[in-house]
């Protein structure tokens, strides 16, 4: 038995025939760029977050480099985050001049919103939360210390699109919700892709200007912008995919209940599911002791895994110069060291995860 980590093969078998018909009705008309597609797409991932406005853009990075600038982000300023992330969270941060400031994670790899007030400083401008894997930190302590401090909540919600907290969606919790629509996400493109979700108004303007060059209109450019649009085939071919998020997610879900159901050992620290979250799980990640060994044996067993992610942001050689000491992030480190990811996606049967699980528990006795 093979088991892919992502199937985007078979996604693509199964819509090729829609999603052909429906490049080609794009491609066959003058506007490739914007257009009716890309407002659809907008009005209904307003909707689906359940706020005011939504911008399509061209990746979930772009969409945290706009959100900070329209945050007013400045040179020197501070960016409270967590260091087990993907690199672009930090990486926008460091690229608009700020300074990352990260906070230790819990065993559930969400910030320790307990240490978050000792990072606070004169100079902390903002609270980038990591959704990871489609999980929401808690946001009821978090939001208390925002509102304390007057410190606005940047949503990096890449991963967690149909994502709750107490049934308010991810990208409606902070001032803005950023969101990739990558291949592997829950919600994906035929390539990079991403947009932003805000229910104010000045950010949605600032954002949307930025995305395109800084136009107010055709011919008036308000500030220097960038290239950031979300083109029109992906918007279109997006629009399709929502009709199938919810079923996907619910797939994933039910996936993971199986892993829970059927990983019998003891050795394996799985998450429990917190009842103020809805979980979309865009990953299903264990912890567990020799996890490279346990990678190894999966692969040989026609089982293939993932790490996310393997070597944390703050003791990569990209960050040396911020000069963050080894050991101030002791849950971030540790976990690094355990964590493994298990195929969860939409197109695995029951009979697989049997298989998976029946393997982790041989593995571990």
């Known amino acids: 038995m093979k088991i892919p980590y992502v199937n985007l093969n078979k996604q693509w078998n199964t819509e090729k ?8 009705q794009v491609a066959s008309k003058n506007l490739w760029v914007g257009g009716g597609e890309v407002q659809k797409f907008e009005k209904k991932i307003s909707k689906i977050c359940k706020t005011k406005y939504a911008v399509a853009l061209n990746s979930g990075t772009d969409a945290l480099t706009l959100g900070l600038f329209s945050l007013v982000i400045k040179r020197g300023d501070e960016v409270i985050t967590t260091s087990n992330s993907f690199i672009a969270s930090t990486a926008t941060i460091v690229h608009i001049g700020a300074v990352p400031v990260f906070v230790d994670v819990l ?3 969400l910030i320790d919103h307990t240490k978050i007030e000792d990072k606070i400083t ?16 808690n946001i009821d302590y978090i939001k208390k210390i925002s509102k304390k401090y007057k410190i606005p909540i940047i949503e990096d919600a890449a991963q967690s699109i149909g994502s709750k907290y107490r049934n308010k969606p991810a990208g409606s919790i902070g001032e803005i919700g950023c969101f990739s629509a990558h291949p592997l996400k829950n919600l994906n493109a035929l390539g990079d ?47 399709y995919r929502l009709k199938n998020l919810n079923k996907n997610i619910l797939k994933r879900r039910k996936n993971a209940e199986l892993y829970r159901k059927y990983i019998k050992t003891k050795k394996v620290f799985i998450t429990t599911e917190d009842s103020n979250v809805y979980n979309t799980y865009h990953t299903f990640v264990i912890q567990v002791d020799r ?26 050689p990209a960050t040396k110069k911020l000069k963050i000491k080894t050991g101030n992030l002791k849950m971030t480190e540790i976990q690094s060291k355990k964590i493994i990811t298990l195929p969860v996606n939409q197109f695995l049967s029951e009979k697989e995860i049997k298989y998976i699980s029946k393997m982790i528990n041989i593995f571990y006795g």
């Open 17 to 24: 025939k829609s999603l052909l018909k429906i490049i080609d």
């Open 107 to 109: 065993d559930n790899q």
């Open 122 to 137: 004169k100079k902390t401008k903002a609270i980038m939360l990591v959704h990871l894997g489609g999980r929401i930190a």
């Open 193 to 239: 892709s991403g947009y932003v979700t805000t229910n104010n108004e000045i950010i949605y303007k600032t954002v949307k200007s930025l995305s395109n060059h800084g136009h107010k209109n055709r011919d008036i450019v308000e500030r220097f912008g960038h290239v950031s649009r979300m083109d029109t085939i992906q918007a279109a071919i997006l629009n």
């Open 291 to 316: 996890r490279d060994q346990l990678k190894k044996f999966l692969y040989k067993k026609g089982i293939f895994t993932s790490i996310h992610y393997p070597i944390p942001i703050h003791l990569q």
